[in-house]
């Protein structure tokens, strides 16, 4: 019998294997290699990638990767250690995933010292690069704000900034500047935007990104006897560059009142969650900006204060923090809560596997590069 298999079906035998074996495969031989780091396969990977849940623990800057199932369970936890970031700062956060590429970032708030890069990680392939610096480093204390993305070809991945620094009379300026992983540098984003906000992103600055846009809850706080906060999703499109606005729902008689909003992607929809503590409305937008699309799906009450939704898994069951910050996930049609075993200030994001890299450009120091199966840095 002969041992060729032919080119079309050992790609097929390919792509319904897991990253970390792929990894291994492509140092068989140069044709192994060429067909599983082609970006052709690579793209047609990620279409069939298996979905994860990472949960950082902000306390002691953790972080945990569950496998993705119906229901969400605590199968096979596996820990995960931060690149670059490891040893450096207790502030770090995860800005978002896409594409399998983590999003990583260092303390939000500045005080007059230097802004600590970025980093693009994914966690399976163990690669990671170091952004250069940015560009808009404001002398007095300042805000920034990061996002990340890709365009809706999936061809461009971008890191939004946005600098929100006080002017003399007290109203918020921001400036925007925005690093293409395909140039390999920041660039001013100048013409066409205007960002003159009187309020800045809320609730640590999560971003969610949906449909080649990166989004972020505004939060407008009351000004002097006016009761009334006004309230609505700042929108980036990474492809075309352009800032807009997505309206929330119309709320009930009594409006916001004391609650707080949060976003989240909830079944491959956008959406909003309502909390007042003693219960929240879980909303999605099942027309993408079509404002009046928006429609409430449950309504999550319990015996116990639900202290913050920290997110939502494939399946669209929430991941809310209790009293003393206990993780729990509640099943909306069950009405059924299961403790997690996790305690402490923590985040959710969703992942995907990916076969996705990049690298420094040549004239740097440093150039990550997965070789021979195993991560390595020359």
Same mark, same amino acid.
């Given at each position: 019998m002969s041992d060729y298999v032919p080119t079309d079906l050992l790609i097929e035998i390919l792509q319904k294997l897991p990253v970390k074996y792929l990894i291994r495969f492509a140092a068989v031989s140069k044709s192994w290699r060429s067909i599983i780091t082609s970006a052709a396969f690579i793209a047609s990977h990620l279409s069939k990638g298996k979905n994860h849940t990472l949960i950082h623990t902000l306390s002691t800057?953790?972080?945990v990767k569950f496998t993705g199932g119906v229901p969400f369970a605590v199968n096979s936890p596996s820990k995960?250690?931060?690149?670059?970031?490891?040893?450096?700062?207790?502030y770090l956060r995860i800005v978002d995933s896409c594409d399998g590429l983590v999003c990583l970032s260092n303390n939000f708030f500045k005080i007059s010292f230097a802004q600590p =890069?970025?980093?693009?990680? @994914? %966690?399976?392939?163990?690669?990671?690069? /170091? +952004? =250069?610096?940015?560009?808009? @480093? %404001?002398?007095?204390?300042?805000?920034? /704000? +990061?996002?990340?993305?890709?365009?809706?070809?999936?061809?461009?991945?971008?890191? /939004?900034?946005?600098?929100?620094?006080?002017?003399?009379?007290?109203?918020?300026?921001?400036?925007?500047?925005i690093f293409s992983l395909k140039t390999w540098s920041w660039r001013r984003l100048i013409g066409g935007v205007d960002l003159t906000l009187h309020a800045y992103p809320s609730l640590y600055f999560r971003q969610v990104f949906l449909n080649g846009v990166v989004h972020w809850l505004i939060e407008q706080k009351p000004i002097g006897d006016n009761s009334f906060r006004r309230s609505y999703i700042l929108a980036f499109d990474v492809g075309d560059e352009v800032f807009g606005e997505v309206m929330l729902p119309e709320w009930e008689?009594?409006?916001?009142?004391?609650?707080?909003?949060?976003?989240?992607?909830?079944?491959?929809?956008?959406?909003?969650?309502?909390?007042t503590g003693e219960s929240c409305d879980v909303w999605v937008m099942k027309e993408y900006r079509v404002k009046e699309s928006w429609t409430k799906l449950y309504t999550v009450c319990l015996f116990e204060k639900i202290e913050n939704v920290v997110g939502f898994v494939n399946s669209g069951e929430a991941l809310l923090a209790l009293e003393?910050?206990?993780?729990?996930?509640?099943?909306?049609?069950?009405?059924?809560?299961?403790d997690l075993g996790?305690?402490?200030?923590?985040?959710?994001?969703?992942?995907v596997e990916s076969l996705l890299f990049f690298e420094k450009p040549r004239c740097s120091?440093?150039?990550d590069t997965v070789r021979d199966g195993r991560h390595t840095k020359s």
């Amino acid at each position: 019998m002969s041992d060729y298999v032919p080119t079309d079906l050992l790609i097929e035998i390919l792509q319904k294997l897991p990253v970390k074996y792929l990894i291994r495969f492509a140092a068989v031989s140069k044709s192994w290699r060429s067909i599983i780091t082609s970006a052709a396969f690579i793209a047609s990977h990620l279409s069939k990638g298996k979905n994860h849940t990472l949960i950082h623990t902000l306390s002691t800057n953790s972080l945990v990767k569950f496998t993705g199932g119906v229901p969400f369970a605590v199968n096979s936890p596996s820990k995960l250690k931060f690149p670059y970031y490891e040893s450096r700062s207790i502030y770090l956060r995860i800005v978002d995933s896409c594409d399998g590429l983590v999003c990583l970032s260092n303390n939000f708030f500045k005080i007059s010292f230097a802004q600590p =890069p970025g980093v693009i990680w @994914n %966690p399976y392939v163990r690669n990671h690069v /170091v +952004l =250069p610096d940015p560009t808009i @480093n %404001p002398k007095d204390a300042y805000i920034s /704000v +990061l996002g990340f993305g890709v365009d809706a070809g999936r061809s461009h991945h971008k890191v /939004v900034r946005l600098v929100y620094c006080r002017d003399a009379a007290g109203i918020f300026m921001t400036q925007v500047e925005i690093f293409s992983l395909k140039t390999w540098s920041w660039r001013r984003l100048i013409g066409g935007v205007d960002l003159t906000l009187h309020a800045y992103p809320s609730l640590y600055f999560r971003q969610v990104f949906l449909n080649g846009v990166v989004h972020w809850l505004i939060e407008q706080k009351p000004i002097g006897d006016n009761s009334f906060r006004r309230s609505y999703i700042l929108a980036f499109d990474v492809g075309d560059e352009v800032f807009g606005e997505v309206m929330l729902p119309e709320w009930e008689a009594g409006g916001l009142g004391f609650a707080k909003l949060s976003i989240f992607v909830i079944r491959e929809s956008l959406g909003v969650v309502k909390l007042t503590g003693e219960s929240c409305d879980v909303w999605v937008m099942k027309e993408y900006r079509v404002k009046e699309s928006w429609t409430k799906l449950y309504t999550v009450c319990l015996f116990e204060k639900i202290e913050n939704v920290v997110g939502f898994v494939n399946s669209g069951e929430a991941l809310l923090a209790l009293e003393n910050s206990r993780l729990v996930v509640y099943n909306s049609e069950t009405k059924q809560t299961k403790d997690l075993g996790i305690y402490r200030k923590f985040f959710i994001h969703n992942y995907v596997e990916s076969l996705l890299f990049f690298e420094k450009p040549r004239c740097s120091r440093y150039k990550d590069t997965v070789r021979d199966g195993r991560h390595t840095k020359s």
